[in-house]
């Protein structure tokens, strides 16, 4: 690629400031909450128009009968492709449009879009839909700049990824559409700043523990077993043993921030005894020991670590709470599991990206992986395509935050390095 078509690709993206800035705005102001799932036909609709209007050929789909989809919530997908001059190699950008819920402490309208100081806020501003918006631009800006390339351009919007991804991409990689044959390069525009390339992400495991216990009067306890204070002895142990073991224990990984360079283990949530009353209820609670005890573990496994081996772990530490307590029983379910995906650095993706980068900002880019999982586990897997990575504009921190924003320069600047990304794997 010379250097008058670099030029003229970030000359192009330029000026599309305002456009970037109105897309992102209006994508924020389409509220996609997940859970429980709204308004994604709405921006699939919306991105169906305009990327219609650039000359893409669109497709919704709806990812039926998965987990999360229903007549009221349908679970809606896009995914826009343009055709180059000739056939040749696609490139895939992926973003997920749902977004979080709000939470408290905002200073500005979550659904508003607004402006300030070079920053556009909102909830999903950073993860991920100026993202999503740098990629649109980014590929106008390229096909009209040449539009005699070789290949194809994809760009799709994808539910649920907030909720695990399977009324999104994995449904998408288990109907072919991330098949190898089909998308040679893909690049997740999620919120990893715009000097970063993410090549992968940590495995998770998340269970349920159970303790089980005998209900009784609440001032007759010795009648009863609570299943909390044997769910008390289980916190305990992990306590004492779990947590100094996942310390002892590292990655050659290079995740960000660097905490999360070891095992890690939060507990989710924990729930015992009585339901919680409706919000509004004024009434006391009953007196009773309670009979069950539940939390939900989310243990965050290493390239290096075996899954097996992380489930052992915690029956073990179970089994060593049992030995103590003589009327102690419990549960353990496993909820959702990943394994740990790390694309190669010599991959031809990871390459370009590092190149366009060095071209874009005048400095090396920095190779990251992501503490938590992303769509790119569904594309890995299922779709068995591993030239793969995460790269686009914005904090990483600030993602599900108060007060999310993405800068507006950091957008334009991402969108530039994803251009010249196209025009070097595109045009050769
Ligand atoms: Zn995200």
Redesign the pocket.
Known sequence: MGDAIEYRLQTAVDARRDDLVALCRDLIRIPTLNPPGLNYREICGYLAERLARSGFGVELVRAEGTPADSSKHPRWNIIARHEGARPGECVHFNS?HDVVEIGHGWSVDPFEGVMKDGRIYGRGAC??KGGLAASVIAAEAFIATCPNYTGAVEISATAD??SGGYGGVAHLAEKGYFDPSRVQHVIIP?PLNKDRICLGHRGVWWAEIETKGRIAHGSMPFLGDSAIRHMGAVLEEIEQTLYPLLATKHTAMPVVPEGARQSTLNINSIHGGEPEQEPGYTGLPAPCVADRCRIILDRRFLIEEDVTEVKREVTALLERVKAQRPSFQYEIRDLFEVQPTMTERDAPVVKTVAEAIEKVLAKQPAYVVSPGT?DQKHIDRIGRLKNCIAYGPGILDL?HQPDEWVGIDDMLDSAKVMALTLAELLTG
């Open positions: 997920h993860d991920m990824e907030e999620e992303y993602a």
